[in-house]
Each structure stands twice: as C-alpha cells, then as structure tokens.
C-alpha cells in the first residue's frame, strides 16, 4: 500500500525559503509518478509540481517556475519540494500525491490515486 507524508511547512516572510518533503512508502522499486499540489483557502487545488520518481523530467506551473525545485533523495524514499523567493500567494496546503506509470497530464489532480495529508505554508508580505 503507498503511502505519503508531507512535512516541513511553516510561516515565513517573502522572499525566504522552505523545503517540503514527501516521505512515501509502497513504492520501492516501481515507476511512480509524484505531485505537488496546494489549495488556498476558498480556492481549488492546483498543481505546483511533477516528476517520475527516479526520472530527470521536472514539470512546474508557470505560477513557481523559477522559483521552485524538486528533487528525491538517493534511496528514492523522499522527494522534496524546495520553494524560494516565497510570495504571499504562495501560501496554501500543500500536498504531495503519487500514481503508478508515467504521466503526461500531471497537472490534473483526478489523474493522482495516492494523496498525503498535507502541510501548511504560510507567506506573509
């Protein structure tokens, strides 16, 4: 059974930095794709992030493309979502989502099966 965990979310000010992290397990071994999604309150869930977990493609929204980076680590049990130069905008839930097989359109959240709890980022101006 996969399963997600998020951490690392916090309070920041603009134009600091956070690192969230997706501890996952059930998918040792296997071509799982991975998301990064966040939802503001009143607003829907939309995609920040995307990559095949082992695989050197990144997908980023236009709204963090610059600013954001994700990665995994080297056991390919995490993968890591680091956000810079944070804006107000920026703040949300943030939740990191896996489905099995490569993915084209990973920005649509109804393509993911596996979701996280989420951690709460907060920007302030």
């Known amino acids: 059974q996969v399963q997600l965990l998020e951490s690392g979310g916090g309070s920041v000010e603009a134009g600091e930095s956070l690192t969230l992290s997706c501890v996952h397990s059930g998918t040792s071994g296997r071509p799982y794709f991975f998301g990064w999604f966040r939802q503001a309150p009143g607003k829907e869930r939309e995609a920040v992030a995307a990559m095949p977990l082992g695989g050197w493609q990144r997908y980023f929204s236009d709204a963090v493309k610059g600013r954001f980076t994700m990665s995994q680590d080297g056991s390919k049990s995490a993968l890591f979502l680091e956000m810079n130069s944070l804006k107000p905008e920026d703040s949300g839930m943030y939740y990191c989502?896996?489905?099995?097989?490569?993915?084209?359109?990973?920005?649509?959240?109804?393509?993911?099966?596996?979701w996280g709890q989420g951690t709460q980022v907060t920007v302030s101006s």
């Open positions: 989502a896996a489905v099995f097989g490569a993915q084209t359109r990973w920005y649509r959240e109804d393509v993911y099966k596996y």
